[in-house]
């Protein structure tokens, strides 16, 4: 694994354990996957800071996400420059909300803004087309996608503005509990 | 819930807008880099802070609403620029009472309560949740303030965004200073926001904090503050090595990224059952196994038994002398350094490790009850499949492929049961019903048949069996037939039992499992039930060591009921994987079926428990059991299986195994075992309890002995007062029904209020629709509007403080106006926010136009009686009550003249047209004062221009009182 203080000073490694759901060990792990994506751009030491950031190209090919279908929107939820181009920061924060220690609200925000595809904070109608239409292939009928959609929407939002709101879409999260189990993933098995 | 997001815009035609996704370009930018950064004026930076701290400022506001008008005009004035432009209107010393309106009050709150120290009041102190909650409802406001590229769209000064996030940002670090280390770290942690800015947030609490502690001892600070961070590491790595420890991590995680969580939470039970397994087994071998190893207690194995092998699966001969079952273990008290009481060790070791066990099932359960049922609502599943249910810790593509599969081909079941469930005749129903009603009988009698069937087989094979030592080969074969009975109807009676479930027309999907668990358990437990009272009643009659007879039965069971379970997934996988791929690929690749195996585990499970008690060591087995099933089972799933089709819910079915395990089997084997120890009668040559009346009086015997001894006379005292008394029991029972009747009651309560909430929700949605129409209708008479509102007001522009701000966008204007409303209406703050003045006063001139043109608007009309419902509500002041109410007729008189003209158009467009009409007038009452600015050149704000024409037309009111 090399030599950890090399990499971050203790300062770094503290505000990094403070800040995300990861112990020490896990935070250099992460660091080395990032790295391993793309070793010619990551330095080995980050004591100084660089300003490292890797396209999303190289993000979206990660096990984690390679098949996921909304790499793309998971990548630029948690990119600071929203196209999911990812410094090693933005890179930890993925993984530490998706990581299993995070608490629900906060996956949920986090979800919310995944599926709240043109950022306006609201999940409306279009939102859940384009979400339907990723997880199902596009192979409904525009009928069905329709149906589903109204469907949704009728049962998820409370306060029947046609869109739904973060509340909404906590409460249809709150009513199912599993939720806080899928949304997940896990870095350790790609070690 | 104050993070609602209230920058973002309302406007449906935003949202509709599938352009506007170009736009996510800018929408985690941060704040510093707003490229329309540009010197505002400073009423309008004000005016943005005040719409944007509007949440929480009730306080405040209602402060306002109760100022003497004097004082409230003096603040104005002293104001001067940075208030907003109502400020005009209360230089008027001779103002009518109208004047200190509710709403203009509240347009009071500035930048000067804004940056009011002690506004940490904003935040509650008990932050953990608000806190989170407001820093998302200001981290979604910044993005929404942005999402909106268009500088015309941009109404909010860089300035007042900057100004506003350090406020935030400043509470925050406030709150977070105000908490203990490890609160501080859960709450950063919880951010929802980036590194970056949680990284940012944590420097200032800690650069705080370090200079908080410097003026104090700043030595022993340095050394406390070293100690904490070096036991935070310290902690950390411990948390590091109990992840290393974690067993099968990498595996579970390969079935979840595969097969998907609900095929997962079968390993997950098989994991902790076998943890309950491992810790029975080191409580027992700790406490009843390594005494008898330390003083050399080992049981005499006679000289004509030797190990043959058989007894691995038997069980019997040789096994029977040694300290596997009951029979071997001495009942002498050994002495040595410590007195040690075998008799008192076995009986506690056991009842200690049913406890523990009884313990730590009742939490989970509880714990995984109130996460997945009482929270959970029987939803049709729409939204949730569409929303919930995608696994994102899937990342095998042909997994992801399938699933989506599954997916899709679920919605569309769901579509179609709900078309179909319509046409649903009587007849059809009383045909459904027959068919539950017969397949609900032939299950049950053939479980209970079953249980007959194995009961007469024990009978005949316990005539056959003498109580001897030495048995013949093909004896001790011959035990094996009833467990093998037993393990073939387990295995087999379930494979009819699904093919009832073929025949049943289930409506939903969640019944038929339902049902096909219950049909198991039932079968389960009528064969165990018939085998232990089989055990109770002729076992223990007949042989001379009766305990480890059923010793031997149950480790037959178990050993036997392994290879069935090995068998089961050969032929209920495998084979079915074969004949679905190669015979009939219209079968396909089987699915892992959960219920089935989570069933065969509980049965395994109830086994070992019940045995617990006659064979102290027969967790050993079972942590081998399990071990070898876990592999084989992974081995098999990976090969055999697909994932499964239907994304069930995972969660609630965990509750209910885990309810599974504790209700018939955990309880049962408990009774069972405490009706061992209490009413029967140990094996009077064996065991550690020969000699006695029964199991419990060990401890009638132990506390007679510690009756001489003056030391543990309140350890007599519990045993007579407690254990032994009746009136003990009865009080705790009916002190427990009263707790369980008043926590119902507090149930229900709950459900009514739940009821009520969403009503509530409901409501407010209505209400939130209602003023969207409102706000549309209002914009599209806006042209209308502006195009005869050419009229200037240089005057009133001036007085409110300055220079055109030139990129308004009246639209935008209208919706920050309509959502500033809308805060208001959501109830966490006060009514009387700035802007619903706007809207309130637009509403009330609309009763007032359709009622002169007689056409009935009756949500309006509503609609105002609720604003001024709402007004009445919040404003504390008496004289102060009904300034709405008095500008309203004041208004009303003062638009009587004007009858004429507003006849023929709608009420809408009254407005308008009143609106007109006020300024013209205002500009008529003033006469030869200068015009104000509103020409095209300067592009008027029209949402200003609202403002400015409520202004104009209160002025034109003054003016016309002053008149008269």
Same mark, same amino acid.
């Given at each position: 694994m090399g030599n950890k203080q090399t990499i971050f000073t203790a300062q770094q490694l503290d505000a990094y354990q403070d800040c995300t759901y990861f112990t020490r060990k896990e935070i250099l792990r992460l660091f080395f996957r990032y790295r391993d994506l793309a070793p010619q751009l990551v330095p080995l030491d980050y004591t100084d800071q660089p300003d490292v950031k890797l396209p999303y190209e190289l993000i979206g090919s990660m096990p984690e996400l390679k098949d996921n279908p909304f790499r793309q929107r998971i990548a630029e939820v948690f990119s600071e420059d929203g196209e999911g181009n990812m410094t090693l920061d933005d890179f930890l924060d993925m993984f530490s909300v998706l990581s299993e220690m995070a608490p629900r609200d906060l996956k949920a925000y986090y979800a919310f803004k995944i599926y709240d595809f043109n950022n306006d904070d609201f999940i409306c109608k279009l939102d859940l087309v384009k979400t339907l239409n990723k997880l199902t292939r596009n192979e409904l009928t525009e009928d069905e996608v329709r149906m589903v959609c109204e469907k949704v929407m009728d049962e998820a939002d409370m306060d029947n503005d046609g869109r739904l709101s973060l509340e909404d879409f906590q409460h249809v999260i709150v009513r199912a509990p599993e939720f806080l189990r899928l949304l997940l993933f896990d870095f350790h098995k790609h070690n | 819930m104050t993070h609602y997001s209230n920058g973002s815009f309302y406007n449906p035609a935003y949202h509709d807008s599938e352009t506007l996704e170009l736009d996510r370009r800018s929408a985690r930018m941060p704040h510093h880099s707003n490229p329309y950064a540009q010197e505002e004026p400073p009423w309008q930076a004000g005016r943005t802070t005040a719409f944007s701290t509007v949440m929480g400022q009730r306080g405040h506001a209602d402060h306002g609403s109760r100022m003497d008008p004097w004082e409230g005009r003096q603040e104005d004035s002293r104001r001067g620029q940075g208030s907003l432009p109502m400020g005009p209107l209360s230089t008027h010393p001779q103002s009518p009472p109208w004047q200190q309106t509710p709403h203009r009050s509240s347009f009071q709150i500035d930048s000067t309560a804004y940056h009011d120290a002690s506004t940490l009041s904003r935040f509650p102190t008990t932050f953990s949740a608000n806190m989170t909650m407001g820093l998302r409802g200001m981290t979604m406001r910044r993005m929404s303030m942005f999402a909106n590229g268009d500088p015309s769209h941009l109404s909010i000064t860089e300035v007042a965004i900057q100004n506003e996030l350090e406020h935030e940002e400043q509470n925050l670090v406030k709150d977070l200073i105000a908490c203990s280390t490890k609160d501080r770290i859960h709450g950063i942690r919880k951010l929802p926001m980036s590194y970056e800015e949680k990284k940012h947030i944590r420097s200032q609490v800690l650069a705080f904090k370090s200079s908080k502690k410097s003026r104090h001892l700043s030595c022993f600070a340095d050394c406390s503050e070293n100690v904490s961070l070096s036991f935070r590491r310290c902690g950390s790595s411990m948390a590091l090595a109990r992840q290393t420890l974690a067993l099968w991590q990498g595996t579970m995680k390969e079935i979840g990224g595969r097969f998907g969580t609900s095929v997962l939470s079968y390993f997950l039970f098989l994991k902790s059952l076998l943890m309950l397994n491992i810790f029975s087994f080191l409580v027992n071998f700790a406490f009843i196994t390594i005494p008898m190893f330390a003083y050399n207690h080992l049981p005499q194995i006679p000289a004509n038994v030797t190990f043959r092998g058989l007894e691995l699966l038997t069980g019997a001969g040789y096994f029977n002398y040694t300290v596997m079952y009951y029979g071997a273990y001495s009942p002498e008290t050994i002495m040595g350094l410590l007195d040690y009481n075998m008799q008192l060790a076995y009986f506690f070791t056991i009842a200690a490790y049913m406890g523990l066990c009884g313990a730590s099932i009742i939490y989970s359960m509880a714990s995984s009850f109130k996460m997945n049922y009482v929270l959970s609502d029987p939803m049709a599943g729409g939204s949730w499949q569409l929303l919930c249910s995608w696994d994102f810790s899937v990342t095998n593509e042909k997994a992801v492929r399938q699933r989506k599969n599954n997916l899709r081909i679920q919605l569309k079941e769901t579509m179609s049961e709900k078309i179909q469930r319509k046409g649903l005749t009587p007849a059809e129903k009383m045909k459904h019903f027959g068919i539950h009603l017969g397949a609900w009988f032939i299950s049950t009698s053939l479980a209970f048949g079953c249980g007959?069937?194995?009961?007469?087989?024990?009978?005949?094979? !316990?005539?056959?069996?003498?109580?001897k030592d030495d048995w013949s080969l093909q004896h001790e074969a011959e035990t094996l037939l009833v467990p093998f009975v037993v393990s073939l109807v387990n295995l087999v009676v379930p494979l009819f039992y699904s093919l009832f479930n073929k025949f049943e027309l289930y409506s939903n999907q969640r019944r038929q499992i339902y049902a096909l668990i219950v049909r198991n358990v039932i079968l389960k437990m009528s064969i165990l039930g018939i085998l232990c009272y089989f055990w109770m009643n002729e076992v223990a009659n007949k042989f001379s060591c009766w305990e480890s007879m059923v010793g031997q039965a149950l480790y037959r069971l178990v050993i036997v009921d392994f290879f069935f379970m090995m068998l089961g997934s050969f032929f209920g996988e495998f084979l079915s994987n074969v004949i679905g791929t190669r015979l009939i690929p219209r079968l396909g690749v089987p699915e892992f079926d959960v219920a089935r195996n989570v069933l065969d585990l509980i049965y395994a499970q109830t086994l070992a428990w019940i045995g617990i008690y006659f064979s102290p060591l027969l967790p050993v087995i079972q942590i081998f059991k399990f071990l070898v099933l876990f592999y084989l089972k992974k081995v098999s799933l990976m090969q055999n299986c697909q994932p499964p089709l239907r994304v069930g819910r995972a969660a609630q079915m965990k509750t209910i195994f885990i309810a599974l395990l504790f209700f018939p089997s955990f309880v049962g084997s408990l009774s069972l075992v405490a009706y061992t120890s209490w009413s029967l009668t140990p094996s009077k040559h064996c065991g550690p309890f020969q000699g006695l009346n029964n199991t419990f009086s060990v401890v009638e015997l132990w506390i007679t002995d510690l009756e001489g001894i003056s030391a543990s006379t309140w350890v007599v005292w519990i045993y007579h007062k407690v254990v032994r008394s009746e009136i003990f029991y009865f009080l705790v029972t009916i002190i427990i029904l009263f707790i369980?009747?008043?926590?119902?009651?507090? #149930?229900?309560?709950?459900?009514?209020?739940?009821?009520?909430?969403?009503?509530?929700?409901?409501?407010?949605?209505?209400?939130?629709?209602?003023?969207?129409?409102?706000?549309?209708?209002? !914009?599209? /008479?806006?042209?209308?509007?502006?195009?005869?509102?050419?009229?200037?007001?240089?005057?009133?522009?001036?007085?409110? +403080?300055?220079?055109?701000? +030139?990129?308004?966008?009246?639209?935008?204007?209208?919706?920050?106006?309509?959502?500033? +409303?809308?805060?208001?209406?959501?109830?966490?703050? /006060?009514? =009387?926010?700035?802007?619903? /003045?706007?809207?309130? #006063?637009?509403? !009330?001139?609309?009763?007032?136009?359709?009622?002169?043109?007689?056409?009935?608007?009756?949500?309006?009309?509503?609609?105002? +009686?609720?604003?001024?419902?709402?007004?009445?509500?919040? /404003?504390?002041?008496?004289?102060?009550?009904?300034?709405?109410?008095?500008?309203?007729?004041?208004?009303?008189?003062?638009?009587?003249?004007?009858?004429?003209?507003? $006849?023929?158009?709608?009420?809408?467009?009254?407005?308008?047209?009143?609106?007109?009409?006020?300024?013209?007038?205002?500009?008529?009452? =003033?006469?030869?004062?200068?015009?104000?600015?509103?020409?095209?050149?300067?592009?008027?704000?029209?949402?200003?221009?609202?403002? !400015?024409?409520?202004?104009?037309?209160?002025?034109?009111?003054?003016?016309? $009182?002053?008149?008269?």
């Open positions: - | 007959s069937a194995i009961y007469f087989l024990s009978q005949y094979e !316990q005539q056959q069996t003498a109580d369980t009747f008043i926590f119902w009651q507090v #149930t229900q309560g709950r459900k009514l209020l739940i009821i009520l909430l969403r009503q509530q929700i409901v409501n407010e949605g209505k209400d939130k629709t209602f003023l969207l129409e409102k706000l549309q209708t209002l !914009q599209k /008479s806006q042209p209308t509007q502006q195009s005869r509102s050419r009229i200037p007001k240089q005057q009133t522009k001036r007085r409110s +403080g300055g220079s055109s701000t +030139g990129v308004r966008s009246n639209s935008n204007a209208m919706v920050q106006t309509f959502l500033a +409303g809308e805060q208001g209406s959501r109830g966490n703050y /006060s009514r =009387d926010v700035p802007v619903p /003045s706007d809207i309130s #006063t637009s509403f !009330q001139r609309i009763p007032i136009a359709s009622d002169r043109q007689s056409s009935s608007d009756a949500p309006i009309l509503a609609m105002q +009686g609720r604003q001024r419902a709402e007004v009445h509500n919040y /404003s504390t002041s008496s004289t102060l009550a009904n300034p709405l109410v008095q500008v309203m007729q004041a208004r009303q008189e003062h638009d009587r003249p004007s009858d004429g003209m507003d $006849d023929g158009s709608s009420s809408m467009s009254g407005i308008m047209m009143q609106v007109m009409e006020a300024r013209k007038r205002a500009d008529e009452g =003033d006469g030869m004062q200068a015009r104000p600015p509103a020409t095209e050149s300067s592009v008027p704000t029209t949402s200003s221009a609202l403002i !400015q024409a409520m202004l104009a037309r209160q002025q034109a009111q003054n003016e016309y $009182d002053d008149g008269y």
